[in-house]
């Protein structure tokens, strides 16, 4: 039995413009391999012409359980339209999906795509594991394999129940590196270096906040692989493929304080020279205020956190427990132990006011070195999606628009989306043309003389040129709607085509 997993045609790390292959594939990958499956993989977003090489590869070799995986709500359609491609070249081919929000969103994802057989609900290494012996096995019956979700013959929605999270993640093998492309062009971080990766060593976090869709996966745990395994993973990337720069992707890097002691140790060890960025929230730097010029000796060289808002009243509401002291002292003290500050906020609350918006800027401009600035988005699973879905307060229903780019929900003030969407625009224009964010891109500090050239040129730029002059936009060279390619191909549209949610 030959298994494929597909990480389907979709929209890159726009904002950044960067491709990096999918941590989680790559762990299911290795994971698949070490239980003895004979595995492929196509990692979609590298193709020039993704559509087109998906539908050669899956004629050509028709393997017989394909695996897609869909990470975030925004490239949900892409997943069901590959789902729907390889179906109709290949009925005989049994599809499982994967990732966030088909976890979240099953019932719905299964009656929106016909094409996709199964559903893994949650963490998917011994899920998956388990529903391929069982199809080795030629079993019809899925039922007691827990973690998985499908339609019977009656089409009633069954979910088999929750598959209990891996206890220790060291047991996990490394990441199936030798299966991405990991020489490809495209494949880095273009913002902080030519040698970038994202990486991650930890799943979950133990907070609640009401828009993460990561505590809601995870139920609110944390684990993590020890330093050990990560600086392992970390010295092979360097060895073998010459990484040194990392996006670290866990959510928050150090939950407990001996991760972030067994990692500076792990690293000064080894002296890599690597450097990283990592996640963390403001409380937790306050905590280990005593590690972070170690952080910054073992290559750190930014924390990112979820400062979101500057009004304990909003932060209150979306349930950060944090205060707006707690985020000033945070990034003050990663300023004086020449940590960079990258702060992740949340705009478009609905009480949100102009003025608001001023203060807003006027605090964060002071310290943030990296801004990354999101608009509030109710993601499927979260808290605030079942809340602001009650109080009928989402009035776009596309889930592309899920990236944090988009409004999907006004204001108490602002009714049109579009309308949010400028005042998004707005802001970002007015924090990335001060003056002081143009001195950086003379900064003594390489990182971030790169970024800021890299981004005000590149992007900023663009964006600004395209406004005035109306200059082309900068799009995504190998990214394609599925209709585009059928329509280019002459096919007729199928009637589920997944273009649109209800
Ligand atoms: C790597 C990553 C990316 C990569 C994706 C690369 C790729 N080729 O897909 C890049 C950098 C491109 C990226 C981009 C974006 N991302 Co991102 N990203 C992550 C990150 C940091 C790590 C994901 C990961 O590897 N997790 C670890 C693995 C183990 O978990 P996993 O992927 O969920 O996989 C497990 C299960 O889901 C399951 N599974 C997954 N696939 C499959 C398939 C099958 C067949 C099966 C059986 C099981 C299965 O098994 C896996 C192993 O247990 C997460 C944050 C995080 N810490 O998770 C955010 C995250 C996924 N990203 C997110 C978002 C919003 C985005 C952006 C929209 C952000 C933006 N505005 O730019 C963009 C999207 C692109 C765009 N339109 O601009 C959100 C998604 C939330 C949501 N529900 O939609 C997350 C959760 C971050 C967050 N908390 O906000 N991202
Ligand atoms: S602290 Fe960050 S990762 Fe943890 S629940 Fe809140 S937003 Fe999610």
Redesign the pocket.
Same mark, same amino acid.
């Given at each position: 039995m030959r298994f494929l997993?597909v990480?389907p045609p979709?929209?890159?790390?726009? #904002?950044l413009r960067?491709?990096?292959? @999918?941590?989680?594939?790559l762990?299911?990958l290795a994971y698949l391999e070490k239980e003895g499956f004979d595995i492929d993989y196509m990692?979609c977003?590298l193709n020039e012409n993704p559509w087109r090489d998906l539908e050669e590869k899956i004629r050509r070799e028709k393997p017989d359980v394909i695996?897609?995986?869909?990470?975030?709500?925004?490239?949900i359609y892409d997943g069901m339209n590959a789902a729907s491609l390889i179906k109709t070249i290949h009925p005989n081919s049994i599809i #499982?999906?994967?990732?966030?929000?088909p @976890?979240?969103m099953a019932e719905e994802t299964l009656r929106d795509c016909p094409a996709i057989d199964t559903i893994?609900v949650?963490?998917?290494?011994v899920?998956?594991t388990e529903?391929l012996r069982a199809v080795e096995r030629k079993e019809q019956d899925f039922s007691k394999i827990p973690g998985l979700a499908y339609l019977d013959e009656k089409g009633e929605f069954v979910y088999t129940g929750d598959r209990p999270f891996i206890e220790d993640l060291d047991t996990l093998p490394m990441p199936a590196y030798h299966l991405a492309k990991m020489e490809h062009p495209y494949v880095n971080l273009p913002s902080e270096s030519k040698r970038g990766l994202?990486v991650?060593f930890s799943?979950g976090c133990t907070w609640d906040c009401t828009f993460?869709?990561?505590s809601a996966?995870y139920k609110k745990t944390w684990r993590r692989r020890s330093p050990k395994r990560v600086a392992d993973e970390l010295e092979l990337l360097k060895e073998k493929y010459h990484r040194d720069t990392f996006?670290v992707?866990?959510?928050t890097f150090n939950v407990t304080r001996d991760q972030g002691v067994g990692f500076i140790e792990e690293m000064l060890k080894r002296k890599t020279n690597q450097h990283f960025w990592l996640q963390s929230r403001a409380d937790l730097i306050l905590r280990d205020e005593d590690l972070l010029d170690g952080f910054r000796e073992a290559g750190v060289y930014q924390f990112m956190m979820g400062l979101e808002y500057h009004s304990d009243s909003v932060l209150k509401d979306v349930r950060k427990h944090l205060s707006v002291e707690q985020a000033r002292k945070a990034m003050e003290l990663l300023k004086k132990h020449r940590l960079m500050v990258m702060a992740t906020l949340l705009i478009g609350h609905w009480e949100e006011t102009e003025e608001d918006r001023k203060a807003f800027l006027r605090f964060f401009g002071k310290y943030v070195d990296h801004l990354g600035l999101?608009l509030i988005t109710p993601?499927?699973?979260t808290p605030l999606f079942y809340k602001m879905k009650e109080e009928g307060k989402i009035s776009d229903w596309d889930y592309r628009n899920?990236?944090?780019?988009h409004a999907v929900m006004p204001t108490r003030e602002v009714d049109h989306l579009e309308q949010v969407n400028l005042i998004y625009k707005d802001i970002m224009r007015r924090y990335y043309w001060r003056p002081r964010e143009l001195l950086k891109l003379l900064s003594l500090n390489p990182i971030l003389r790169h970024h800021h050239r890299y981004y005000i040129t590149r992007v900023a730029f663009n964006i600004m040129m395209h406004e005035i002059f109306g200059t082309p936009m900068w799009v995504q060279s190998n990214y394609q709607e599925y209709k585009d390619y059928l329509v280019e191909k002459g096919d007729a549209l199928p009637a589920e085509l997944m273009s649109m949610a209800r």
């Open positions: 997993l990480d979709h929209k890159i790390w726009t #904002i960067a491709w990096v292959p @999918s941590p989680g594939c762990q299911l990692d977003t695996g897609i995986s869909c990470l975030c709500t925004t490239f #499982i999906m994967g990732g966030e929000h @976890s979240f893994c949650g963490e998917g290494e899920t998956l529903f994202v991650n799943r993460c869709s990561e996966f996006y992707g866990d959510n999101n993601l499927p699973g899920y990236d944090y780019l």
